[in-house]
């Protein structure tokens, strides 16, 4: 498993542990966007294209993927909406529609649960996402808070005039290598590296968070889940199926299943069930919704 750099702004934040970079391996120059039935406005995205106008066009400006079906009217409403919303906002952000059903590997790199989902990417990496679909005010408002986000970080329309290039130190430059690579061991010694010398270091701090994570839960059989289900006593279990389930972007589930087990548990148990769960929500902006929602649910089951 890969996982490219961490994303623009205050240190790497991931919605759902999506592995995107995985697919720049099989992505080949021979398949071309498809403009068959079922597309849209905005840039159909295939397996060909996908990191043309996804990854790469995500180092420009923010890149909002409509992971839909034309089988579910749902999305076709939530996909004319956002479509809408890209043509008022004239190249701020760009959108890619992927058709789970002729792009199902696509769909699968994002860990689609149910159509429609959507996710905002920046610099490669998702930033926010969402299931189902939206009022258009919330809509606006979501778009709005990406672009106040990503303003003036980007290469884009969205970045602020005059500004000059990112000066990269070596040593982080070295770190985000290794971790494009997919050396986890490599990336976690060059960020905890840079973290020694500067322990309010904000990229580094994430990414250490998050490398210790992925080497962890990349591990796992996607099995986890059901067997924890089978056992819900399980702490090892119910420890590694939130994990999954967190790749899977399946986060409220995680979330719910742990804090589930801090109700049932007591002592040294409760502890560690806890200690998992709060480093699961430091893996995300603490502003996101359901970081926001976990946490509330956890003071409620401690107290």
Known sequence: MTRSRPPVGPGPSIAGAVDLSGLKQRATPSGQPGQGAGSRAGVDVTEANFEAEVMLKSNEVPVV???WSPRSDASVQLG????SLAAADAGKWSLANVNVDTAPRVAQIFGVQAVPTVVALAAGQPLSSFQGPQPPDQLRGWIDSLLNATAGKLGGAGAAEGDEPEQVDP?????????????????????QKILDANPAHEEAKGA???IAF??????LSPDA???????PDDIEAALAAADVEILQQNVAAAFDRLIALVRRTAGDERASVRTR?????????PADPEVIAGRRKLANALY
């Open 65 to 67: 993927v409509v992971l």
């Open 208 to 210: 250490v968070r998050q």
């Open 80 to 83: 004319d909406a956002l479509a």
């Open 171 to 191: 040593e982080l430059a070295l770190a985000r290598s290794h971790l494009d690579a997919g050396d986890f061991d490599a990336a976690l010694s060059a960020y």
């Open 277 to 285: 769960l709060v480093e699961l929500f430091d893996l995300f902006d």
């Open 214 to 219: 992925l080497a962890r839960a990349s591990a």
């Open 225 to 231: 889940i059901a067997s924890a289900d089978a056992a």
